[in-house]
């Protein structure tokens, strides 16, 4: 059973960062496939990020490219979210999982999921 923690959630401007971590316990986590996901209020649960567990292949959403940069330290058994260019249609509570499965932007495809913290963006 592996526990996933997010912290680094928060409000900020337009147009600021914020750094999400997201810390594993309970397993091997360089076995797994980690991604972020975000859920607004009234909108389904979407795909952000998703990066490989040597963090060789990364995959982002459209609508975060050139903005998001997931990573991975496996060593201290967490995984990141950098998050610039914040725009206030990124405010979402955020949530990172862990797959035993290779890439897939779907939530069915995640064993695993952190509680999830909030980030709000103003304009």
């Known amino acids: 059973q592996v526990q996933l923690v997010e912290s680094g959630g928060g409000l900020v401007q337009a147009g600021g960062s914020l750094r999400l971590s997201c810390a594993a316990s309970?397993?091997?986590?360089?076995?797994?496939?980690m991604g972020w996901f975000r859920q607004a209020p009234g909108k389904e649960r979407e795909f952000v990020a998703s990066?490989?567990?040597?963090?060789?292949?990364?995959y982002y959403a459209d609508s975060v490219k050139g903005r998001f940069t997931i990573s991975r330290d496996n060593a201290k058994n967490t995984v990141y979210l950098q998050m610039n260019i914040l725009k206030p249609e990124d405010t979402a509570v955020y949530y990172c999982?862990?797959?035993?499965?290779?890439?897939?932007?779907?939530?069915?495809?995640?064993?695993?999921w952190g509680q999830g913290t909030q980030v709000s963006v103003s304009s």
């Open positions: 309970g397993g091997t986590f360089s076995r797994y496939f």
């Open positions: 999982a862990a797959s035993s499965l290779n890439y897939s932007p779907s939530t069915r495809s995640y064993d695993y």
């Open positions: 990066i490989s567990r040597g963090g060789f292949n990364i």
